[in-house]
């Protein structure tokens, strides 16, 4: 079955940076998407960065454009998160997330990142 296997979680001082890897195994599907979520104690998980399969195409939510990059490897399934300028309201477990057309959506176990001085 589908694995996604976060790592790159920690705690960082603000205006640091951390680099969040995700690497998919099990995959048997032709294409997916892949993208990041994050989560705060008693709010809803959000969608935060996808990226397309085999493409450029790239979206990121307002909060952190500017400051996060999301990317792919050549293999498309390792899917990476470059969080810099980092400020405490990043603070948030963060999930990688894939999704397949007609198989639908698939999550990892989260990473914590904390952001505090």
């Known amino acids: 079955q589908v694995q996604l296997v976060e790592s790159g979680g920690g705690l960082v001082h603000p205006g640091g940076s951390l680099n969040l890897s995700c690497a998919a195994s099990?995959?048997?599907?032709?294409?997916?998407?892949m993208g990041w979520a994050r989560q705060t104690p008693g709010k809803e998980r959000e969608v935060i960065a996808g990226?397309?399969?085999?493409?450029?195409?790239?979206h990121l939510v307002d909060s952190v454009k500017g400051r996060f990059t999301i990317s792919r490897d050549s293999t498309e399934s390792t899917v990476y998160l470059q969080m810099n300028n980092l400020k405490p309201e990043d603070t948030a477990v963060y999930y990688c997330?894939?999704?397949?057309?007609?198989?639908?959506?698939?999550w990892g176990q989260g990473t914590q990142v904390t952001v505090s001085s």
């Open positions: 099990g995959l048997t599907f032709s294409s997916y998407a």
């Open positions: 990226i397309g399969f085999k493409t450029n195409t790239t």
């Open positions: 997330k894939l999704t397949s057309t007609g198989n639908g959506d698939f």
